[in-house]
């Protein structure tokens, strides 16, 4: 490999786990926004989901404007289409979930979509799928089971609805890379949001349409504007990077979630979380400085 393609590789694996952690921030405060709505405004869920992702929808329309009508055009309806039903179903599963389980350990809980990823990508998408990764996300994966703590009697079988969550999540994250190698990152993160408002639209209809209060308004607003930037934050870095490398940068989300959550709303976890959420965290960082060890050496070779 030669100097300038390392440098290359190098530098695109470092702005992906930027993006990762501007979409981890951006999802973040999209969870705290639907807490306040849901728990403050008194919304329900299935309009809190219509409403988010609608306007979400509307905030990104302004990127058909910069690149046309292009932005639209598609050669793989149906992994757009697959994608939209796999995240749709890990929405619905998300929000049962969030009935039972406490918020931050539903998100520690949804870490294990590395393991689905990872195997995906090896097994899917062909990626090579190094110790180095496997081993950084066992060991994030190892500080999210020191915050849930399955021996306590608080876990329950409802903890399963978070990991049946993962799986579909991971499986919409690997149709994601898969559409990078031919579709434009605008186009992925469109279609996305341009699908999902028809399958909310319909639950918002069957459990009673009601619009928000008044108030409900300025925070829906947050969430759909957070929203967007997210779910394109997250396409871009997949178009640069392996899924597999993006794999442990998703465990920040847990603490950007539970302390964004500390702030706002005073909830604080147990003492168990803070030696937990720093092994995630390390986790994340010990890849990202591996990349960049590897990238050096490849250089100089």
Known sequence: MSQTTSAILKSSNLSAAALMVVAGL????????????????G???????????????????PLIW??????????RPVLHIARVVLSAGGVQLWIMALAHVPLWQAIALSMTSPFFVLAGASLFLRERVSLTRIGATIFGFIGALIIIAPWSEQFTLHALLPIAAAALWAGASLITKELTKSERPESIALYLLLLLTPVNLALYLGSGFAWPPSDGWMILLVAGVLTAAAQYALTRAYAVADASYLQPFEDLKLPLNIILGWVVFGFAPDAGFWPGAAMIVLGSLYVMGREGTSGRRTAKA
């Open 43 to 61: 919304l329900s869920s299935t309009s809190i989901a219509f409403w988010q992702y609608f306007l979400a929808l509307i905030f990104a329309l």
């Open 26 to 41: 951006a999802f973040a405060g999209v969870n705290v926004a639907l807490q306040w709505a849901g728990m403050i405004g």
């Open 66 to 75: 910069r690149h046309g009508l292009g932005a639209m055009r598609t050669g």
